[in-house]
């Protein structure tokens, strides 16, 4: 572990005088690594810089003057990317920031030596990974990059699409603050989509939507749904809790969380926000859904879905009507359950121009959106994977994107739509101090 310059010996004035010349880029990094605790050279450059030159440079100069330190270690014979933390300096101002005592020194040292010694330092990296492979998304996106209608996994006819953004990303400790220790994610999100005017999504197949188009009034066709934008009211959100599986659970584990998440979710716990599972291989993830498959074939009714009770403080007003309402309407049929939950694997990720925005969530049969979700429709859903994604692997459910969920959703802004809303996966507004990159004035 390599350390800067305390505050021992060190004068109020020199740390005031210091602050000064600190950037809203500086502040933005001591704010990430306060709520994140570490962050590697690779994500910090994702995040923040135009080149790993750039980031290099002040790095080191914010780590000569003691905001921020950094250390070097290795798992398994591998030495893992340079990692960066904050130091004394850092410590303190991010502390105020938040309206935290100002940590000892020795809290400080003791949190470095921690996260440099912890044995799940490789599933911080890949939680942190995902979420800046995200907000990379995000640009891409809102730069109207081109892409072939139905490859890029956003909705819309035109390689110009609309913006986006992720405007919240709690860690793990900050998400079991807010919503309980009832289940354990790996963080929390929430992607927020604003498309282009009129806009248009695929009908979900099997549903056929109907809105109100916000230029004319009329009905949109059951194959189309105009979805209003720049010009109107056309801001979407939707929350999501993360699972990050790294392969060394058994598929057995896995499966148990669904349960929780239903139980945590169905009974009022917590927001009712879909769970996104990413795994390392696409291998990986079809065994999953055989797993999750031959479970609810020899148990219909497993998970049990139980009957909300009362809506969760991150629920919008009317939630839990809706929620019993549609308890309801599905009663007759076949075991369903409330809790949504998608797969990915880390392999898909990689190989998406847009990532994690990319139209590559496979939704687990019995944990589909169903009539709430006006997902892609199956002729994008793009062509098959070579050996996994192939004839019989997921007939029923066509890989759908975040923006997807997000514009499946309700129009936060649109009142005739909250009160006929039927499922709610809304977060609330996130404050502004939850987007990561609050504090630069742009993305």
């Known amino acids: 572990m390599s350390g800067g310059p305390g505050s021992r010996g060190r004068s109020r004035r020199a740390y005031l005088q210091a602050l000064q010349r600190l950037s809203a880029r500086d502040h933005v990094l001591m704010q990430l690594l306060h709520e994140h605790t570490t962050l590697t ?10 080149s790993p030159d750039s980031a290099r440079g002040r790095l080191a100069r914010l780590r000569r003057q003691g905001w921020v330190t950094n250390f070097h270690t290795q798992r398994a014979g591998r030495r893992l990317p340079e990692h960066w933390v904050l130091d004394q300096w850092g410590s303190r101002w991010a502390a105020f920031a938040a309206e935290e005592g100002e940590p000892t020194p020795r809290a400080v040292r003791t949190r470095n030596e921690k ?8 599933h911080t990296d890949g939680i942190h990974d995902f979420f800046v492979a995200l907000i990379a998304a995000a640009r891409r996106t809102s730069a109207h990059d081109a892409e072939p209608a139905g490859s890029s ?3 819309g006819p035109t390689p110009a699409v609309g913006s986006a953004r992720l405007a919240r990303w709690w860690s793990a400790a900050r998400t079991a603050r807010e919503v309980g220790a009832h289940v354990h ?5 929430v992607w927020e989509y604003t498309p282009l005017p009129t806009t248009t999504l695929a009908a979900h197949p099997t549903t056929g939507p109907t809105t109100r188009s916000a230029a004319s009034g009329a009905s949109a066709t059951p194959d189309t749904v105009e979805v209003p934008g720049h010009t109107g009211i056309g801001l979407m959100q939707v929350g999501f809790y993360l699972e990050y599986d790294r392969g060394t659970e058994t598929l057995s584990q896995l499966a148990d969380k669904l349960s929780s998440y239903q139980k945590f979710c169905g009974e009022g716990q917590g927001p009712d926000w879909p769970v996104l599972i990413v795994v390392p291989t696409r291998v990986r993830e079809r065994h999953l859904h055989e797993h999750v498959g031959r479970l609810r074939s020899s148990n219909p009714t497993w998970p049990t879905a139980p009957t909300r009770a009362a809506p969760h403080p991150y629920d919008l007003p009317g939630s839990a009507d809706a929620w019993r309402q549609d308890q ?3 009663s007759t049929q076949s075991a369903s359950s409330p809790l949504v939950v998608l797969t990915t694997s880390r392999e898909q990720i990689n190989a998406h121009p847009w990532g994690p925005a990319g139209q590559i969530w496979q939704p687990i049969d019995g944990f589909e959106p169903g009539k709430q979700h006006r997902a892609d429709s199956a002729d994008q859903a793009g062509p098959a994977e070579p050996g996994d994604r192939g004839a019989g692997a997921h007939p029923k459910n066509p ?3 975040l923006a997807s969920l997000a514009a499946g959703r309700v129009n936060l802004s649109d009142p005739e739509a909250l009160a006929s809303s039927e499922r709610l996966w809304d977060p609330g507004p996130p404050g502004l101090h939850d987007d990561p990159l609050f504090g630069l004035g742009h993305h």
């Open 328 to 330: 309801a309407a599905s």
């Open 185 to 189: 994610p790996d963080g929390h999100g």
């Open 153 to 155: 996994g956003l909705p």
């Open 115 to 122: 996260a440099a010694a912890s044995s799940q330092l490789e």
């Open 399 to 401: 890989s759908v994107s």
């Open 41 to 50: 050279s690779p994500q910090i450059t994702a995040l923040l810089f135009a």
